[in-house]
């Protein structure tokens, strides 16, 4: 049976075909329109991933559908980015082994596992985000922070079983809808998750673009402070959240605290977050915080899917004990003519 990892996350799209490879590329779709002149010949009528947001980003008027916003699935064009990451991966799994926020509803699995069934041919495994980096991480009783872009998800699991949880609407995306604001009022340009990302965290980096004849830009320094003005709020509310979340648990439970997600790599993140629970627990980080839930839910698949052929195996094994006594008695039967 073949089965891949997939995270289609508000910001990123991570797969895994093996568990550790991993191809990564940004959630975006644009549509194509037809140009004067194609010189490569390579006009399509959809782009998605890193192609889409070269689009994007060299061309102000083009489009971008991003189809995941706050833990939602907002466009059926997030199929595409699943098509495109089987496409990458060269995979034609039976089993897609997935996430969505702790918080999403019935309804939105259940609307999920529909559409894997049918555009894609698979089967779907679903589970809470956070999972997949315990999963991971080989740690069945513990907390889980993932800091996500659109959402920040919180999971206690015990012994691999769900205790409680939370989905909070505040990811990445509340930082960065702040500075888009001070870049667009200063500089009078828009700048895209991906650049913003780029302009926090690479010295010297710098966006520009072409106003009435001359050029415009932003600077890291200037993205920076305003950065380190609200980060801290930013922190304290998925502080306080997480905090409420493990009131009166045992000790036992909340040995350990995972923080993970590509906001934990954000600067000053762990560090902020570590000396708020240094009363409570040591916090972690898994090696890649963005890849490590799909990895995990290609671990959890290899795991439940073992498990699964394991049983065939054993029913196999028990009808051929039923059908045995059966064969013995015509045998018997036989003899006795
Ligand atoms: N190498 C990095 N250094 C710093 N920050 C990073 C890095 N990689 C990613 N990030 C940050 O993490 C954010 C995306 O994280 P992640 O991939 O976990 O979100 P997502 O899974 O797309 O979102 P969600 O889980 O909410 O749907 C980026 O927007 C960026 O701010
Ligand atoms: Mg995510």
């Not at 991971?136 to 409680?164: K, N, S, W």
């Not at 090696?287 to 196999?316: I, R």
């Amino acid at each position: 049976m073949k089965f891949v990892g997939l995270d289609i996350g508000t910001n990123y799209t991570k797969a895994t075909p093996d568990g550790s490879k991993v191809a990564i590329f940004p959630s975006v779709v644009t549509y194509g329109e037809e140009k004067d002149w194609s010189l490569k010949g390579e006009e399509k009528d959809i782009y998605v991933g890193e192609e889409a947001l070269t689009l994007i980003q060299s061309q102000e008027n083009v489009e971008a559908m991003r189809p995941l916003h706050e833990g939602r699935i907002m466009s059926q064009s997030y199929m595409e980015l699943a098509k495109h990451a089987l496409k990458i991966m060269n995979a034609e799994p039976d089993v897609i082994s997935t996430g969505l926020p702790v918080k999403s509803s019935k309804k939105e699995r259940e609307e999920l596992t529909g559409d894997v069934k049918e555009q894609l041919n698979a089967k779907a495994l679903i589970f809470p985000e956070p999972v997949g980096t315990l999963a991971y991480m080989g740690i069945p009783t513990g907390v889980c922070v993932d800091i996500g872009f659109g959402t920040t998800d919180i999971a206690v699991l015990y012994q691999m079983e769900y205790v409680r949880g939370d989905t909070i609407l505040m990811g990445v995306d509340w930082l960065y809808n702040n500075l888009e604001v001070m870049v667009r009022k200063n500089a009078g340009i828009n700048v895209t998750p991906e650049e913003l990302t780029k302009l926090i965290t690479t010295p010297d980096y710098e966006v520009g673009r072409i106003r009435g004849g001359k050029t415009v830009k932003t600077t890291h320094k200037e993205v920076s402070a305003e950065y380190n003005k609200i980060v801290s709020n930013w922190l304290e509310r998925i502080v306080s959240r997480t905090k409420l979340i493990i009131e009166g648990l045992s000790t036992d439970i909340v040995d350990k605290i995972v923080l993970t997600g590509g906001g934990s790599l954000l600067p000053g993140v762990f560090e902020e977050f570590t000396r708020n629970f240094e009363d409570v627990a040591k916090v972690v980080m898994p090696d890649d915080p963005v890849t490590s839930n799909t990895k995990g839910y290609y671990k959890l698949a290899s795991v439940l899917l073992e498990n699964e052929v394991e049983k065939v195996k054993e029913s196999v094994k028990e009808t051929r004990v039923l059908i045995k006594p059966e064969k013995e008695k015509k045998k018997v039967k036989v003899k006795s003519k």
